[in-house]
C-alpha cells in the first residue's frame, strides 16, 4: 500500500475527517470508526510506515509518550478499570491498514474482550531453540 493509497495518511492530511483525540509534529490520535469498545483510540505516526519495524527510532521516541498520555486520557474519561495497548504485524495478526498504528483499548472488569489468552508450556528444550533463533537475528 502506498502514501497516497493509505487511509491513515489521508487522515493525517486532514482529507478524511477523523475525531481527532490528540495531535503532535510527528503523530496523531483518533477515535476508531470499527471500536471495541467506547473510546477505543488509535495512535499513528504521520508519516507512513508499514510496520513497526520500519519506524526509525526516533518516530518510535516520540511515539512512546504519546502513548502513555492517551491511555491515561481514555482509561479516565472511560472510568475503565484498565487498558489494552495493541500493535497488529500483518493480516495474520490481525492487521487491515498497512500504516503502523496502535489500539488503544480501554477495558471493564467482565467485559469479554479478550476473556482468554491462549497462553501454553514449552516443552522441554524447545524456549533454548527459540531463544537461540530470535538472538541470531538480532
Known sequence: MSEKDCIFCKI???AIPSARV????????FLDIGPVSDGHTLVVPKKHYAHLEDCPPEL???????LGKVAKAVVTAM???G?????N???AAGQVVEHVHFHVIPRKSGDGVFHRWPAYEYKPGR????????????
Open 79 to 81: 472510568a475503565a478499570d
Open 22 to 29: 490528540y495531535e503532535t509534529d510527528d503523530v496523531f490520535a
Open 60 to 66: 518510535l521516541a516520540a511515539i512512546g509518550p504519546v
Open 89 to 91: 504485524r500483518g493480516k
Open 127 to 138: 524456549i533454548e531453540e527459540l531463544l537461540k533463533k530470535i538472538r541470531e537475528k538480532l
Open 12 to 14: 493525517a492530511a486532514g
Open 83 to 87: 487498558y489494552n495497548i495493541l500493535c
